[in-house]
């Protein structure tokens, strides 16, 4: 037994999870009583789905840096902490010990500081994957101002939203990413947001791609310059466990993205607890996540979770496929990885090379598997299973969302079943219900309804940054008293979980969450578009493509204006949100009332043609014969 709160057995799992519920203050002040806290709570939890209202861990004390940080440097302070592989591989890879990147973290606090960042102050961090993003991150816990992490694959006009939302005056970022064969000028996207952001005072530049770069007086500085000037010694700010950690950007069904809220002390509680039992880490493994820190899944499983459990964390820059298809096999032959934690499109994606990238490479070290974003299909799980984990890994198929902060349903690797497709069963804490559409609870097995929590556990989300109705109305007004996640599950015989997909008008591409009414929005920003209405089709790599429906007015010129319409996108959204096909037409099918008939759209896109149910409601039905005709 290597964490006190590690789970050991299937009938351990049992024992606790009855405790979980039986008993909940009881059982997560036990869990808690193994973090480092400057004073300890009053009272384990307050809550209510109403509001909502939840608090856990009342009149505590900590800071979240001294717990991933400080209180291994005894024992642990040789022990790396990050292991770094660049994006290419004939560069240095770079490990940073515990003491390290103590140090760093101490110091670039006091960067922070010096250009007069203060508790609860929100920093934008815009970063490629580089060491430097977790110091930032943690620099900023370890102050109390509030991180904002933005994936590096966001726009100008994403950031600029985003920047305005959370009134970040300050903006931590790199001269550009190497990311494949790209170099992404992230500087000049900045620069180009905040054209709009004139309430923006600082902007600390980390150079890394020696992209040339225009550094404005006044308000730009190097990271380098200012790390000469701060000393190493930076105590951590006493932090309530309910004052505000993070805020990450998430996309939902309304156009504009909100700010998920986590606070410190249950999400660092939830983020350790889950990785420990999830992918049932021991001291000394190597834990490779792929995911981009810009994402909470980086967020969870890159920084926090490893970084509380004193655990060695890889940080990638890279991308599977550069510079070929075996990169992820030679990162874990070289680094000797343990856990490899990724996305079943990344899975896929690899699947279509062949087994010819894996020859040569040894990944005896390997002892569990993880995936993560999307379900997986089962072919994409038997090559995961045969070929990466040689049949003696176990997988973990871990669901979860950006706010929940960490896996709430999942096998625990080695101690609980496994069941391909399946999520399984849910971790200790974590109460799920199924509900039909009339906001029945369904009970007993082999059902499957939309997917909700009934009970907080410590890692939920409590609110959406400058907007707690919406915070409301999103998650905890569509069933009373419960947590909406906007999945769809079944709950098979023996009372296994299995995650079906959205049932909101959220897409799932490539493991990201994007929003139908964001790229419609964006789509429609072009001069020429009168109109559009975005719906998701099966795609082979990405689980999810997007497919358009445009009423085009002007002059249209087939491919170039579909180039168009996607240069538009990727200016508005990001590359991310591209859409994969646009179909022309000359109106939508909708309702007498106007409102567009997304299923028949889903249908179509989805080759499902003869499925499309009763259209004779529709304002003109004849434009779903045109639409049929037009499918790509
Ligand atoms: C989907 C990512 C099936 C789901 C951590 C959820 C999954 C959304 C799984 C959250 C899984 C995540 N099986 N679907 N194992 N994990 N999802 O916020 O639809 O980026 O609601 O968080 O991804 O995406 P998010």
């Known amino acids: 037994m290597n964490y006190p709160y590690q789970i050991n057995s299937f009938d351990q799992y049992q024992s606790d999870y009855k405790r979980s519920v039986a008993d909940p203050e009881g059982f997560w002040a036990g869990i808690a009583e193994n973090f480092s806290w400057r004073r300890k709570w009053d009272k384990v939890l307050e809550w209510n789905f109403k509001d909502p209202r939840v608090e856990w861990f009342m009149g505590g004390k900590l800071n979240i840096t001294e717990n991933c940080l400080d209180r291994h440097l005894e024992k642990k ?177 309304t156009g504009k993205p909100k700010g998920v809220v986590h606070t410190c002390a249950g999400y660092m509680i939830w983020a350790a607890y889950t990785f420990v039992n999830v992918f049932q880490y021991q001291p000394g493994d190597v834990h490779f996540c792929t995911a981009d820190i810009g994402w909470i899944t980086g967020h969870s499983y890159i920084v926090y979770g490893p970084l509380a459990a004193g655990a060695t964390t890889m940080i990638f820059e890279g991308i599977p496929t550069y510079p070929d298809a075996g990169r992820f096999w030679e990162i874990v032959d070289k680094h000797n990885v343990n856990i490899l934690y990724t996305a079943p499109t990344a899975i896929r994606s690899l699947m279509s090379y062949g087994t010819a990238p894996l ?8 002892k569990t598997l993880g995936t993560v974003g999307e379900p997986i299909n089962e072919e994409a799980w038997h090559w995961y299973d045969q070929h990466i984990g040689k049949g003696k890994c176990p997988i973990v198929d871990t669901w979860w969302q950006t706010e929940t902060g960490g896996v709430l349903i999942s096998n625990l690797a080695g101690v609980t079943p496994a069941k391909p497709g399946y999520a399984t069963l849910p971790l200790p804490g974590v109460q799920p219900v199924l509900l039909d559409e009339k906001g029945q609870i369904i009970e007993g097995n082999d059902v499957s309804g939309n997917l909700c929590i009934r009970f907080p556990w410590p890692g939920i989300l409590r609110t959406t940054y400058g907007d707690h109705e919406r915070c409301r109305t999103t998650y905890f007004t569509a069933y009373e008293n419960l947590y909406f996640t906007g999945d769809g599950c079944l709950r098979d015989a023996d009372g296994f979980y299995r995650i079906t997909g959205r049932v909101d008008d959220v897409l799932n591409v490539s493991g990201h969450r994007i929003g139908t009414a964001e ?98 409601t529709l304002l003109d039905p004849a434009v779903v014969e045109e639409i049929k005709k037009g499918k790509l």
């Open 77 to 253: 302070g040789d022990v790396p902490a990050i292991i770094w592989e660049p994006n290419n591989p004939e560069e240095k890879s770079r490990t940073l010990t515990y003491s390290e990147l103590h140090k760093e973290v101490c110091r670039f606090a006091n960067v922070l500081k010096n250009n007069g960042v203060v508790k609860g102050d929100r920093v934008c961090i815009y970063m490629g994957m580089v060491p430097e993003l977790s110091v930032a991150l943690l620099a900023c816990a370890r102050i109390g101002a509030i991180h904002s992490v933005i994936f590096g694959g966001f726009s100008a006009q994403s950031i600029a939203d985003r920047l305005q939302d959370a009134r970040a005056e300050y903006i931590i970022t790199c001269d550009g990413a190497f990311r494949g064969a790209k170099d992404i000028p992230l500087k000049a996207i900045i620069d180009d947001a905040l054209v709009t952001c004139s309430f923006v005072k600082r902007v600390i530049v980390f150079e890394r791609t020696k992209t040339p770069v225009s550094m404005i007086k006044g308000r730009d500085v190097w990271w380098l310059d200012e790390m000469k000037n701060a000393g190493d010694d930076c105590p951590a700010e006493e932090m309530d466990a309910e004052d505000l950690l993070f805020i990450l950007y998430t996309s939902g069904s």
């Open 359 to 366: 020859e040569n490479k040894n990944l005896s070290s390997l």
């Open 519 to 616: 790229v419609e929005n964006a789509i429609n920003m072009h001069s020429g578009v009168i109109e559009s209405a975005v719906v998701g089709f099966p795609h082979e790599i990405k689980g999810q493509g997007i497919y358009a429906y445009v009423i085009f007015t002007g002059n249209l010129e087939g491919d170039l204006t579909r180039k168009d319409i996607a240069q538009t996108v990727t200016r508005i959204i990001g590359p991310i949100a591209k859409p994969d096909k646009i179909q022309f037409v000359t109106g939508l099918p909708k309702t007498r009332s106007g409102k567009i008939m997304r299923r028949i759209l889903r249908k179509i896109a989805e080759g499902e043609m003869s499925q499309l149910g009763d259209t004779s």
